[in-house]
T-cell receptor, first 112, second 116 residues
Framework: DAKTTQPNSMESNEEEPVHLPCNHSTISGTDYIHWYRQLPSQGPEYVIHGLTSNVNNRMASLAIAEDRKSSTLILHRATLRDAAVYYCILDGATSGTYKYIFGTGTRLKVLA | AAGVIQSPRHLIKEKRETATLKCYPIPRHDTVYWYQQGPGQDPQFLISFYEKMQSDKGSIPDRFSAQQFSDYHSELNMSSLELGDSALYFC???????????????FGPGTRLTVT
């Protein structure tokens, strides 16, 4: 299973952009890159996903490196409600399995 | 929109007892996943089902078993409970799709199991 590496924690000021990096150097050719976040005592929540091109949705943007060995989740204006653990996960579609392997994730702290 | 339903939300059991956790996926979702999250830990994949057949298996103890029924709901059966089984158990569902290239999983609120 391809693994991801993320910083353990990051801090951001409210209303400022946040860039959350993820390394996935062993990504397979057709693995999708998913980002989820988990608020305290809640189940993980889908944020965004992508394959090769950068992606935008109402929650965030996903920038994917040209070699696909890394990606960055971008929150354009962090709010206190964005404080959560953010997980970068590779979809094992190429191996025929669809389980999510959660890494340690990045705990984002948003300062008022 | 309908979400994944898990029951019970909280469960307290004693050591060596059994427990059954239930998961009701989002309508028209045919794939169910179970994850275990211990205190201060990240979610760990246990097992998954697609169209009522086991599709993948992770670090699920032999004391645990699971199945998916004809209405696509799933149950996780846990026997001979140990203190270390105390955790949040999440169920997720997804529509498998034809190519399998998109596997967005929708997580339920979890069942908090406490073993005393």
């Amino acid at each position: 299973d391809a693994k991801t590496t993320q910083p353990n924690s990051m801090e951001s000021n409210e209303e400022e952009p946040v860039h959350l990096p993820c390394n996935h150097s062993t990504i397979s050719g057709t693995d999708y890159i998913h980002w989820y976040r988990q608020l305290p005592s809640q189940g993980p929540e889908y944020v965004i996903h992508g394959l090769t091109s950068n992606v935008n949705n109402r929650m965030a943007s996903l920038a994917i490196a040209e070699d696909r060995k890394s990606s960055t989740l971008i929150l354009h204006r962090a709010t206190l409600r964005d404080a959560a653990v953010y997980y970068c996960i590779l979809d094992g579609a190429t191996s025929g399995t669809y389980k999510y392997i959660f890494g340690t994730g990045t705990r984002l702290k948003v300062l008022a | 929109a309908a979400g994944v339903i898990q029951s019970p939300r909280h469960l307290i059991k004693e050591k060596r007892e059994t427990a059954t956790l239930k998961c009701y996926p989002i309508p028209r979702h045919d794939t169910v996943y179970w994850y275990q999250q211990g205190p201060g830990q990240d979610p760990q994949f246990l097992i998954s089902f697609y169209e009522k057949m086991q599709s993948d298996k992770g670090s699920i103890p032999d004391r645990f078993s699971a199945q998916q029924f004809s209405d696509y709901h799933s149950e996780l059966n846990m026997s001979s409970l140990e203190l270390g089984d105390s955790a949040l158990y999440f169920c997720a569902s997804s529509p498998r799709g034809t190519s399998g290239s998109l596997n967005e999983q929708y997580f339920g609120p979890g069942t908090r199991l406490t073993v005393t």
